[in-house]
C-alpha cells in the first residue's frame, strides 16, 4: 500500500511540474510569427570531366538524378521558389519549380526537378506535384540515404496527405509528438511495367520535446501496385486494387498476388535517439528493411543483422567542421539464404529492392530510390538489382574555412551480389567539394568538386566537377 501511494504521489507531482513547464498541447501557431514571404530564384551550371566507364560514385550519387553516371556531362538548372516560412501561423504555403536541360557522351535530355505547391492549415500538410522525399531519421546533409528512401533517383509525381512535422500529441505537455501521412505516386519512367503506382503511408512518434534527450520511432510502409506488365498484362489500377495494397492483402489478376499480396511490398522501421546540449547534437540512428511477413519489431527480426546505422554530430561554436556523420549500411543476411525448403517456407532470401513481377525493383529512371549502395540497375546489364548484398561504411564531414564551404566523403563497400547471382566486388570512393560565395563577381558561387573510385566494382575513376550559380530575391514581403 506505501509502494501504491508513493507511486500515486510521483505521478501527481510529475504532472504538477508538467503543467508548470509547458502547455497542456503546445503548439508552434501558439508563439509570434515573425516569417517573411519571399520569392527566390536560382540558375546553376554544371560541368563534369572523368575518366573511366563512369562518373566517380559520389559525382552522381544522391542528386535527385540531376547528374549523369557517364564520364562526360553538363547542365544548366534554373528555377523559382517560395518556402513556407510562418510555422507560427495557422496555415501557410510553398510551391516550386525547377527545371534542367543537359547532356553526355550519349546524348541530350530534359527534365522537370520540382514542380509542386504545398499548403498547410494548423498541423494539416498536403503536397501535389514533382518533389523530392524528404523522408526518414538519418541526417539529410550529410547522409548515404535512408534505407527506404534517398535523394538517389529522380522525383516522381505524387500527392501527399499528413502531418509532415512532428506536433504536439494532446495532453502530453509536449513531452509526446506525432507525425504521419499517405502517398500516391506515379512512376513515369516506362521501364518493366509500365504505368505503376506507388502507395506509402506511414507513422512517427517522438518522446522529449524539448528535453535535452529525444527518442524517436517510425514506421513506413511502401509499395508498387498496378500499371501494365509486358508478361502478365493489366495488374489492376481501380481504387479497390489500391484498397488492397494499402492492406498489403491478397488480391489483383495474377496467381501469386492472389496466393500472396498484390504488389511489391517493403517495410521499413526507424529507430533514433538524439541528445541536444550547450550548442551541441548527436544523432543515432537504426534503420531495418522488411520485405517478407511476419512485421516483427526491429529487434526481433529475422534479418535484424542488416540494416543503416549512424551517428551524426553538429556543432555552432566552431566554423571549421560544422557536421561530422558516419554510417554503417549490411544487407548480406536478408533473414538467410534459403526462401523455402521441402515445402517449408523459411521466409529467408528477401533480395532486396526485386521483385519477380515489377523487374525493374524499387528504382525510378534506373536509379535505387533507396539507399545508393543498393547499386542502381543503371550501372548494370538489365533493368533489375544486380548487387544488394553488401558491407559499406560512409563517413562525410563539412564546415566552413575563412568563406570558403567544403564537404567532404569518402565510402568503402565490399559487394556479394545477390544469393541468385553472387559477384565479389569493392569501391572505395572518395568526393571533395569548395564553393564560395563572390559578392564582386555578381554574386556568383563558384564550386569546383573532385572525386575518385578505386576498386573492381565500377572500375577505377578520377574527376573534376565545376559549377556556377547564383541564387536572389525576386519579391520579398514586408512582415
Same mark, same amino acid.
Given at each position: 500500500m506505501r509502494n501504491c501511494r508513493l507511486f500515486v504521489l510521483s505521478l501527481l507531482l510529475f504532472h504538477v511540474a508538467c503543467v508548470w513547464a509547458w502547455e497542456w498541447w503546445p503548439l508552434p501557431m501558439d508563439s509570434a510569427d515573425s516569417g517573411r514571404d519571399s520569392l527566390v530564384y536560382f540558375g546553376e551550371f554544371m560541368g563534369l570531366a572523368s575518366s573511366g566507364e563512369f562518373a566517380p560514385f559520389w559525382f552522381s550519387t544522391n542528386r535527385d538524378g540531376a547528374v549523369s553516371v557517364a564520364p562526360y556531362s553538363s547542365y544548366l538548372r534554373i528555377g523559382v521558389d517560395k518556402e513556407a516560412v510562418h510555422s507560427a501561423r495557422w496555415w501557410d504555403y510553398s510551391y516550386g519549380i525547377d527545371v534542367l536541360g543537359g547532356g553526355d557522351m550519349y546524348g541530350l535530355d530534359a527534365q522537370i526537378m520540382k514542380l509542386y505547391a504545398h499548403g498547410r492549415l494548423w498541423c494539416f500538410d498536403i503536397t501535389a506535384g514533382i518533389k523530392p522525399f524528404d523522408m526518414g531519421n538519418q541526417d539529410y546533409e550529410l547522409s548515404a540515404g535512408g534505407f527506404l528512401f534517398s535523394r538517389n533517383a529522380p522525383s516522381m509525381p505524387r500527392v501527399s496527405i499528413g502531418i509532415d512535422k512532428y506536433t504536439a500529441f494532446p495532453f502530453t505537455y509536449g513531452y509526446m509528438e506525432i507525425k504521419g501521412g499517405i502517398t500516391q505516386g506515379w512512376f513515369v519512367d516506362k521501364i518493366g511495367v509500365e504505368r505503376a503506382m506507388l502507395h506509402h503511408k506511414y507513422v512517427g512518434v517522438r518522446f522529449g520535446g524539448r528535453l535535452p534527450v529525444t527518442l524517436n520511432y517510425e514506421f513506413h510502409h511502401a509499395a508498387q501496385w498496378g500499371g501494365k506488365s509486358p508478361v502478365y498484362g493489366e495488374l489492376g489500377s481501380s481504387f479497390r486494387?489500391?484498397?488492397? +495494397?494499402?492492406? +498489403? =492483402?491478397?488480391?489483383? /489478376? $495474377? +496467381? *501469386?498476388?492472389q496466393i500472396n499480396a498484390m504488389g511489391n511490398h517493403i517495410v521499413s522501421q526507424m529507430l533514433g535517439l538524439e541528445v541536444k546540449c550547450g550548442g551541441w547534437s548527436v544523432n543515432t540512428y537504426w534503420q531495418l528493411l522488411l520485405e517478407d511477413p511476419p512485421i516483427r519489431l526491429m529487434w526481433r527480426a529475422k534479418n535484424a543483422s542488416d540494416g543503416l546505422w549512424g551517428v551524426a554530430i553538429k556543432q555552432n561554436k566552431w566554423d571549421f567542421i560544422h557536421s561530422l556523420t558516419y554510417e554503417f549500411f549490411a544487407t548480406t543476411d536478408q533473414a538467410g539464404p534459403m526462401h523455402d525448403l521441402d515445402g517449408i517456407i523459411l521466409g529467408g532470401k528477401d533480395n532486396y529492392f526485386n521483385n519477380i513481377v515489377y523487374l525493374q525493383g524499387w528504382s525510378h529512371f534506373g536509379r535505387t530510390i533507396g539507399n545508393p549502395f543498393v547499386t542502381s540497375p543503371i550501372y548494370g546489364s538489365s533493368i533489375t538489382t544486380e548487387n544488394n548484398r553488401a558491407f559499406t561504411h560512409h563517413i562525410a564531414l563539412k564546415g566552413d574555412i575563412y568563406g570558403f564551404n567544403y564537404l567532404v566523403r569518402y565510402s568503402h563497400s565490399d559487394n556479394f551480389g545477390t544469393y541468385d547471382l553472387p $559477384? #565479389? =566486388? !569493392? *569501391?572505395? =570512393? /572518395? !568526393?571533395? =567539394? /569548395?564553393? #564560395?560565395?563572390v559578392p564582386q563577381a555578381w554574386n556568383l558561387s563558384f564550386g569546383v568538386s573532385v572525386g575518385a573510385d578505386f576498386g573492381t566494382q565500377f572500375g577505377n575513376s578520377f574527376g573534376a566537377m565545376v559549377t556556377i550559380s547564383r541564387r536572389g530575391i525576386i519579391w520579398k514581403s514586408k512582415k
Open positions: 486494387d489500391w484498397w488492397t +495494397a494499402f492492406k +498489403a =492483402s491478397s488480391g489483383g /489478376v $495474377m +496467381a *501469386n498476388d $559477384m #565479389r =566486388s !569493392y *569501391n572505395n =570512393s /572518395v !568526393y571533395c =567539394s /569548395v564553393q #564560395r560565395l
